[in-house]
């Protein structure tokens, strides 16, 4: 995994010239390469832009379109558009969570599902819904929920390397 | 400078040009709320609490108002302060600091913002409040940050970026959920935080708190007493402890900035283990004893090793008044000019180096002048650990567009400064310097009139520039000549240009040529004598400049007048009313070496470990084993007391009145804040007591003060120094009378040399005395931690230092340790010829391949057992900086 980071990060870079006004377009890209920015990335590109690690994150955060967990095999679309959320958006929300062990805009340990919420998915008759992948889960209620998802899923598989670990 | 007039609240002021209406009010004692200004950052005017009515124009914060003729400002009209208490209402609400409590910090600035706008409860039962409770970030050891206590006023964001230009935080996240946050959002102790503490002190609100406070009853101006930098500090004091520093804003070292050390690593002090009674070994057992007694089994033992066979080390973190008795003792009560301390081990070939081309063996110019040079040369220092508060000079002047060459084996934190990274080879520090220099004499960058004017012996210099060819250098160096001409095109025409160096240029067998190699260069620039150049050994020790100074060295007197120059001997035969030797004696590695050999058969050690401290350690150790007798003056029982017959309990720095003189020759007064701890005593007491019982004469001093008094008086370029006179920020040597007013910049009319000119010195690179092979692979060097500092005798019983930095780590390049076969955080063998050690590595691409370094604060993991005492043959330094180690993995 960080491997394929590391090469991928190398070629990524190769097109940019190191300077601090390319910081969003730098983050872009390794998004749309890795799905994510994952931290290893962040930190090179601090250094390489000379940007500080800190300021690098705040950027990154700052935008709705970055994610810093990869995106799981599944990527569930919670709907909290207007006519989901009156017949119990957050209830489902809530219910997901639970059952995935995992809060919106994160990655399930074993990479298999991913979650996020958006604003609208655009079929509100069939409210309220939530897309896997480009699957559409209507009139769903808090009991349906469980059934949705595989079950059990495998132990935690290779992830992200400790932030704990020793090298820099 | 002519001044402004203005009217705040119908009354005119008067103020400077060009600063805000909020500082010009606060100067004249009205006080407008602000919670996001702090004097000592730039303005970012985002709390909006300092808004004021300007006549004829709109309402503004008065933060970003820079002052005008005939301003006419309200503060607390109706309107503003309907505005303002909306304001710190939100704010309030916002913050979970349990108001009207708000925080326990003493002068907490929202306590008194809510006060001044008085803030009803009933008011703010109308707001909603937050509905997430975030954790409180524990895991820094000294102090806590609280987000709920948080209003983002961006003060420690701020302090950060700009003051210490470490960037550790920044506003991260969206809308309601922005926060406060380290890169990645982990906990701050998990982030490149440096722990100085600068953003805790600074927080208006208690949301960064130190987790140990105490209010202190009383403050006493000291100097710090960690690293040569010798930052003004007052110890906060309660009853007998010391509970707080704070940094002294006034002091012209360190305008109040302090590191992780200075600031927070006073636990040692008032540490269970101090010695707090004289201890003599009795059937290899320490007993607790007397003072009375123990002088008496001292001075019986003394008086038999009178002379050749006696020998003293004394202490770079005692004072100036100290070393000097220490030193008076030596020679006029035991005779024996066999005297030395660390500085053998750190500065000796700066002082041998510096003392041959200039005449004067110290930093040429001030710290405070580092900042405004337009280009520095920093060589040999990793100053974000070992100098930290040099480091932010080095930092500004980056910030100030000033070009940094930053020349290192090792990676270190400075290179994110730098224009230029030379990454060379441990130990090819000639060759680089050279190499550098024959591109300035080849392209005619030196200055010719300044060398023929000031200085001696350019043609056979720029003779043996010849054997530094392209081809040479970059094979010796391992560095692109392109980057080493491009660094001496930067340091030859960005004036003016200043060079930076400490023990990665000295710790050598060649250190002395590693000296005069910088030296030729700032002579070859005309970079010296001026403001903001020269040539700067950055010292190690508090006072290790102090007792080179008073002379705890073998050759010289105080103020390094010598000891086999007759009229010098007669004066202080005079003096001291007694006969001296004219020889000078061993230095300290010699002195080890002859207690071996049994030459030397008693030996009195101040305040040194040097069983961790010297290299090849182990030797030191098999040596003390032979001694007769042994006394350690000490303030902890260190890895070497314990081997001694005799141990005196000394007072620690906050206990003693004295003198401290720093890296920059500012002597600075150390005041006592509180009594010694148990039966200890100042090292000048100690040393008086002995002297006195031996029925010496000229060791009846009351105070410090007269121990000052003579040492003026004997001294030079002390002679105008007196306590009345360094009240306020000291004073920089030479200090020729008592209306001289020190000296911030030597050699600016002429050298200090006999007839006043600079000289080159021809040059010829030597390699360190071990290098490589195939049984020892690995080039070993050793480096610090900006948490500890040398033996750890004190950073260690700070418990905080010690959680931040707890265990010795083996740093090496992830490809050797891929060829060893060893991984992150594994225990690993390292080997020299002398010694060797079980470590953790530490994989890191900050070391070069070929080149692994570790640290020697840690007496469990003895570094020095494995590097190499080879002595340069000068300075009689031992080569701490480069050997050669095998790293196996353990099976």
């Given at each position: 995994?960080?491997?394929?980071?590391?090469?991928?990060?190398?070629?990524?870079?190769?097109?940019?010239?190191?300077?601090?006004?390319?910081?969003?377009?730098?983050?872009?890209?390794?998004?749309?390469?890795?799905?994510?920015?994952?931290?290893?990335?962040?930190?090179?590109?601090?250094?390489?832009?000379?940007?500080?690690?800190?300021?690098?994150?705040?950027?990154?955060?700052?935008?709705?379109?970055?994610?810093?967990?990869?995106?799981?095999?599944?990527?569930?679309?919670?709907?909290?558009?207007?006519?989901?959320?009156?017949?119990?958006?957050?209830?489902?929300?809530?219910?997901?969570?639970?059952?995935?062990?995992?809060?919106?805009?994160?990655?399930?340990?074993?990479?298999?599902?991913?979650?996020?919420?958006?604003?609208?998915?655009?079929?509100?008759g069939l409210s309220p819904c939530l897309m896997i992948n480009k699957k559409v889960e209507a009139k769903l209620t808090p009991e349906k929920i469980a059934k949705l998802f595989k079950k059990p899923r495998p132990p935690k598989a290779d992830s992200e390397p400790s932030s704990r670990g020793f090298s820099s | 400078m002519d001044k402004i007039t203005l009217t705040i609240n119908a009354i005119p002021i008067k103020a400077d040009r060009n600063i805000s209406v909020l500082q010009a009010a606060l100067k004249n004692n009205i006080y407008i709320p602000h919670l996001c200004y702090n004097p000592d950052l730039k303005v970012a005017g985002v709390c909006r609490l300092c808004i004021v009515e300007v006549k004829d124009r709109k309402l503004t914060t008065s933060c970003n108002l820079k002052v005008e003729e005939g301003l006419i400002i309200t503060t607390d009209s109706p309107q503003i302060k309907q505005l303002r208490r909306v304001i710190i209402e939100l704010l309030i609400t916002n913050y979970q600091g349990n108001y009207p409590k708000l925080s326990e910090t003493d002068d907490s600035q929202l306590r008194k913002v809510a006060a001044y706008v008085e803030i009803k409860p009933n008011r703010l039962r109308r707001l909603r409040g937050p509905t997430k409770i975030i954790p409180i970030d524990k895991s820094n050891p000294f102090f806590r940050r609280d987000h709920n206590k948080c209003v983002l006023c961006g003060i420690c964001v701020r302090t950060c970026r700009e003051l210490q230009k470490v960037s550790c935080i920044d506003f991260a996240f969206r809308g309601y959920d922005t926060k406060v946050s380290t890169f990645a959002n982990k906990p701050i102790a998990e982030s490149n935080c440096e722990s100085c503490g600068e953003c805790v002190m600074r927080c208006p609100t208690g949301a960064l708190s130190p987790k140990k406070l105490q209010t202190a009853s009383r403050k006493t101006k000291t100097i710090c007493s960690y690293c040569g930098v010798g930052c003004g500090m007052y110890l906060g004091v309660k009853g007998k402890k010391i509970v707080s520093v704070i940094g002294d804003k006034d002091n012209p070292v360190n305008h109040g900035s302090l590191c992780v050390k200075g600031r927070f690593g006073y636990d040692f002090i008032n540490h269970p283990e101090r010695l707090t009674s004289p201890l003599i070994k009795k059937n290899g057992k320490f007993i607790r004893s007397s003072w009375e007694e123990a002088l008496k089994v001292i001075t019986k033992k003394f008086s038999i090793y009178r002379g050749d066979k006696f020998a003293t080390l004394s202490s770079a973190k005692c004072t100036n008044e100290e070393n000097y008795l220490i030193q008076k003792f030596t020679r006029a009560v035991m005779g024996s000019n066999h005297i030395d301390h660390c500085a053998r081990l750190c500065h000796a070939p700066t002082v041998a180096g510096l003392t041959q081309s200039f005449g004067s063996g110290a930093m040429t110019n001030s710290i405070n002048e580092i900042g405004k040079a337009d280009c520095i040369l920093a060589i040999g220092t990793n100053t974000t650990s070992?100098?930290?508060?040099?480091?932010?000079?080095?930092?500004?002047?980056?910030?100030?567009?000033?070009?940094?060459?930053?020349?290192?084996?090792?990676?270190?934190?400075?290179?994110?400064?730098?224009?230029?990274?030379?990454?060379?080879?441990?130990?090819?520090?000639?060759?680089?310097?050279?190499?550098?220099?024959?591109?300035?004499?080849?392209?005619?960058?030196?200055?010719?009139?300044?060398?023929?004017?000031?200085?001696?012996?350019?043609?056979?210099?720029?003779?043996?520039?010849?054997?530094?060819?392209?081809?040479?250098?970059?094979?010796?160096?391992?560095?692109?000549?392109?980057?080493?001409?491009?660094?001496?095109?930067?340091?030859?025409?960005?004036?003016?240009?200043?060079?930076?160096?400490?023990?990665?240029?000295?710790?050598?067998?060649?250190?002395?040529?590693?000296?005069?190699?910088?030296?030729?260069?700032?002579?070859?620039?005309?970079?010296?004598?001026?403001?903001?150049?020269?040539?700067?050994?950055?010292?190690?020790?508090?006072?290790?400049?102090?007792?080179?100074?008073?002379?705890?060295?073998?050759?010289?007197?105080?103020?390094?007048?010598?000891?086999?120059?007759?009229?010098?001997?007669?004066?202080?035969?005079?003096?001291?009313?007694?006969?001296?030797?004219?020889?000078?004696?061993?230095?300290?590695?010699?002195?080890?070496?002859?207690?071996?050999?049994?030459?030397?058969?008693?030996?009195?050690?101040?305040?040194?470990?040097?069983?961790?401290?010297?290299?090849?350690?182990?030797?030191?150790?098999?040596?003390?084993?032979?001694?007769?007798?042994?006394?350690?003056?000490?303030?902890?029982?260190?890895?070497?007391?314990?081997?001694?017959?005799?141990?005196?309990?000394?007072?620690?720095?906050?206990?003693?009145?004295?003198?401290?003189?720093?890296?920059?020759?500012?002597?600075?007064?150390?005041?006592?804040?509180?009594?010694?701890?148990?039966?200890?005593?100042?090292?000048?007491?100690?040393?008086?007591?002995?002297?006195?019982?031996?029925?010496?004469?000229?060791?009846?001093?009351?105070?410090?003060?007269?121990?000052?008094?003579?040492?003026?008086?004997?001294?030079?370029?002390?002679?105008?120094?007196?306590?009345?006179?360094?009240?306020?920020?000291?004073?920089?040597?030479?200090?020729?009378?008592?209306?001289?007013?020190?000296?911030?910049?030597?050699?600016?009319?002429?050298?200090?040399?006999?007839?006043?000119?600079?000289?080159?010195?021809?040059?010829?690179?030597?390699?360190?005395?071990?290098?490589?092979?195939?049984?020892?692979?690995?080039?070993?060097?050793?480096?610090?931690?900006?948490?500890?500092?040398?033996?750890?005798?004190?950073?260690?019983?700070?418990?905080?230092?010690?959680?931040?930095?707890?265990?010795?780590?083996?740093?090496?390049?992830?490809?050797?340790?891929?060829?060893?076969?060893?991984?992150?955080?594994?225990?690993?063998?390292?080997?020299?010829?002398?010694?060797?050690?079980?470590?953790?590595?530490?994989?890191?691409?900050?070391?070069?391949?070929?080149?692994?370094?570790?640290?020697?604060?840690?007496?469990?993991?003895?570094?020095?057992?494995?590097?190499?005492?080879?002595?340069?043959?000068?300075a009689k330094i031992p080569e701490t900086k480069v050997c050669a180690v095998q790293i196996k993995k353990i099976k």
């Open positions: 995994m960080n491997k394929k980071v590391k090469e991928g990060l190398k070629i990524i870079l190769s097109s940019f010239k190191g300077k601090k006004d390319e910081l969003i377009s730098i983050l872009q890209e390794i998004q749309e390469e890795f799905g994510y920015l994952p931290e290893y990335a962040m930190r090179k590109i601090a250094r390489f832009t000379g940007v500080a690690q800190s300021r690098v994150y705040a950027v990154a955060t700052f935008y709705a379109q970055f994610r810093f967990t990869p995106i799981g095999k599944k990527h569930v679309t919670v709907c909290r558009g207007t006519a989901c959320h009156v017949r119990g958006a957050p209830r489902i929300l809530e219910e997901v969570e639970k059952e995935l062990g995992i809060k919106e805009k994160e990655t399930t340990p074993d990479l298999e599902y991913s979650l996020e919420t958006v604003a609208c998915i655009g079929c509100c | 070992a100098h930290p508060i040099i480091s932010l000079q080095i930092k500004n002047a980056a910030e100030n567009g000033a070009k940094i060459i930053i020349a290192n084996p090792k990676e270190i934190d400075l290179c994110s400064f730098a224009d230029i990274f030379l990454q060379h080879k441990p130990g090819s520090d000639v060759a680089l310097l050279m190499g550098m220099m024959r591109v300035i004499v080849e392209e005619k960058l030196y200055d010719a009139t300044f060398i023929k004017n000031h200085c001696e012996n350019f043609e056979s210099f720029k003779k043996s520039l010849g054997n530094f060819n392209q081809d040479f250098v970059e094979r010796t160096t391992g560095v692109a000549f392109r980057d080493i001409a491009k660094a001496a095109r930067l340091y030859a025409k960005y004036k003016p240009s200043t060079i930076l160096f400490a023990m990665g240029i000295t710790q050598h067998s060649h250190g002395t040529d590693n000296v005069l190699a910088t030296s030729n260069l700032a002579m070859l620039t005309d970079n010296i004598g001026k403001p903001s150049t020269g040539v700067n050994p950055l010292r190690g020790q508090n006072n290790v400049q102090g007792a080179c100074d008073m002379g705890a060295l073998p050759n010289v007197y105080s103020g390094y007048q010598k000891v086999n120059m007759p009229n010098i001997r007669k004066k202080f035969e005079l003096a001291w009313k007694c006969k001296l030797p004219s020889s000078p004696g061993l230095t300290h590695v010699e002195i080890f070496e002859a207690i071996y050999n049994k030459k030397i058969k008693a030996l009195y050690l101040v305040g040194e470990n040097p069983i961790i401290s010297e290299a090849n350690s182990n030797h030191v150790k098999n040596a003390i084993k032979k001694i007769d007798f042994f006394v350690v003056q000490d303030i902890f029982l260190t890895e070497t007391a314990k081997l001694a017959d005799v141990v005196l309990p000394a007072a620690s720095f906050a206990e003693k009145n004295g003198t401290f003189t720093n890296t920059e020759r500012r002597v600075q007064r150390v005041q006592k804040a509180i009594e010694p701890i148990g039966k200890a005593k100042p090292d000048w007491q100690i040393t008086c007591a002995i002297a006195k019982k031996m029925k010496a004469k000229g060791f009846d001093f009351s105070n410090p003060k007269q121990i000052m008094k003579e040492i003026a008086s004997l001294t030079p370029s002390y002679k105008g120094i007196t306590y009345e006179r360094l009240e306020n920020s000291g004073l920089q040597w030479p200090c020729l009378n008592k209306k001289h007013p020190g000296t911030p910049i030597l050699h600016v009319e002429r050298f200090a040399t006999p007839n006043g000119k600079g000289k080159f010195m021809p040059l010829e690179y030597k390699p360190p005395a071990e290098v490589p092979d195939s049984k020892y692979p690995f080039i070993f060097t050793t480096d610090r931690s900006l948490f500890h500092f040398h033996t750890s005798t004190m950073s260690r019983r700070v418990e905080g230092l010690d959680i931040l930095n707890g265990e010795e780590f083996l740093n090496i390049n992830p490809k050797d340790a891929a060829g060893i076969g060893i991984t992150d955080g594994e225990m690993v063998k390292v080997c020299s010829r002398r010694g060797r050690i079980k470590v953790r590595a530490k994989l890191t691409d900050i070391c070069p391949q070929g080149v692994a370094s570790m640290t020697f604060h840690f007496a469990e993991t003895p570094t020095n057992v494995l590097t190499n005492s080879v002595l340069d043959p000068v």
